[in-house]
């Protein structure tokens, strides 16, 4: 089944340590999209790749980068994990953007613990 | 600025019908999005609406007024596995998703 995989599903890290999520697609999307979601919060968008151009969110800290080596593979590196990082990162992704819909396509999501 | 804005919580009782409200302001509109999340997973797609109206989908169905910056999400015969989070979500010009925070739903018995 096509899908999107995350890994880890759970990913313990300790402050100031950092931490590579790993986000990978077998469906051929052109976008691959990196949220962060808080308990009880929308998702917030940190960046995307649209093919291999980044697009980052101007309120996106620095620590945090992405990397997009091919089309099957996005990773999220937290380059010094706070304890206000700690939340599920959702990976996403989804065909054109100008396509007729534009659905974005879920992993599960790793849950991150920063102590 | 971008603003969607939903309940923050509903409750509802087995069998019955919800109706899940979204209002939103955004830099342009290319559809709107509703999405399902169980605790602790990601969101799964329900529904698209691009045009005025309402789309069916089994015991799920969405609405859009685009002149009036409004949507709803109607759910039929309500079951326990209903209790989820519903997200509304915006496309705007730039084809960015612009989310709502969510209505936390909650099926009693």
């Known amino acids: 089944d096509a899908m999107v995989i995350q890994n880890p599903r759970y990913q313990v890290t300790q402050f100031g340590k950092p931490v590579t999520l790993s986000c990978s697609q077998t469906l051929n999307h052109n976008v691959m999209y990196w949220y962060q979601q808080k308990s009880s919060q929308a998702p917030k968008l940190l960046f995307h790749?649209?093919?291999?151009?980044?697009?980052n969110e101007a309120d996106t800290p620095d620590n945090f980068q992405s990397r997009r080596p091919n089309t099957s593979f996005c990773f999220l590196d937290i380059r010094s994990p706070g304890l206000g990082d700690a939340a599920m990162y959702l990976c996403?992704?989804?065909?054109?953007?100008?396509?007729?819909?534009?659905?974005?396509?879920f992993g599960p999501g790793t849950r991150l613990t920063v102590l | 600025g971008q603003n969607i804005d939903q309940p923050t919580e509903m409750t509802a009782t087995e069998g019955a019908i919800v109706q899940i409200n979204c209002t939103y302001q955004?830099?342009?509109?290319?559809?709107l999005f509703w999405y399902q999340q169980h605790a602790g997973e990601a969101p799964t797609f329900l529904s698209y609406n691009v045009l005025d109206g309402l789309e069916e989908k089994g015991r799920f169905s969405s609405f859009l007024s685009r002149s009036k910056g409004y949507s709803y999400l109607l759910l039929k015969e309500l079951q326990m596995k209903d209790s989820a989070s519903y997200l509304c979500?915006?496309?705007?010009?730039?084809?960015?998703?612009?989310w709502g925070a969510g209505t936390k739903l909650i099926i009693k018995p």
């Open positions: 996403a992704t989804s065909r054109d953007p100008d396509g007729d819909i534009n659905e974005q396509f």
């Open positions: 790749y649209y093919d291999k151009d980044f697009n």
């Open positions: 955004t830099s342009g509109f290319n559809g």
């Open positions: 979500a915006v496309l705007d010009s730039n084809y960015q998703l612009i």
